[in-house]
């Protein structure tokens, strides 16, 4: 028995990757649902955002530039170098506070601790706060949490206890110098 089963997917923003579907189609429609639903998983990529890298591209790149070595261009500058993971050589916001509030609605995820790799992950406090990319889940890489200039892989836990950061949320990758 073969099924034709329409399934509406809405998102605020964000987009669903598809993996491969099921070898066999299952017995029942809802088995069907079920197994196509499991077999999607959720990027930071969404349409619409024309940044220089993927979500996938830029947390490579932010891989790639791990250090411990304290990099002037990285000390202070989480918001800077988030534009770089991403291919631009500034973000067009003035701190990282002023990025997230400049980010337009339909691509922020408030207060959303599943976070998707790539995405950028934003918190609040002190006068600038701050910017990170994420690896998935929970985990970061983030300029300066284990010393001034540093890029290193962390958590939203480390940056909320270590710095008392607020985390706001994450978003997918919107910058104000593309827009």
Not at 33 to 44: E, N
Not at 68 to 82: F, K, L, Q
Not at 114 to 130: E, Q, R
Request: aromatic letters at 10%.
């Amino acid at each position: 028995m073969k099924l034709k089963l329409t399934i509406p997917v809405a998102m605020a923003a964000g987009t669903f990757a598809f993996s491969a579907l099921p070898a066999t189609t299952p017995a029942t429609p809802a088995a069907y649902a079920a197994s196509v639903v499991a077999a999607m998983t959720l990027s930071c990529n969404a349409p619409g955002l024309d940044d220089g890298r993927s979500c996938e591209g830029a947390l490579a790149w932010a891989r790639q530039h791990v250090s411990t070595a304290g990099n002037p261009d990285y000390r202070n500058r989480c918001d800077h170098v988030m534009a770089l993971a991403y291919g631009f050589d500034h973000s067009g916001s003035a701190d990282a506070i002023a990025h997230w509030r400049a980010v337009p609605d339909r691509y922020k995820h408030a207060d959303d601790r599943d976070v998707p790799g790539g995405a950028l992950v934003f918190f609040s406090g002190g006068s600038h706060g701050h910017v990170a990319i994420s690896t998935g889940g929970q985990g970061i890489i983030s300029t300066d949490i284990h010393g001034p200039g540093t890029f290193t892989p962390s958590s939203i836990d480390e940056i909320t206890g270590k710095w008392g950061q607020h985390y706001l949320g994450w978003a997918n990758p919107w910058f104000e110098i593309n827009h």
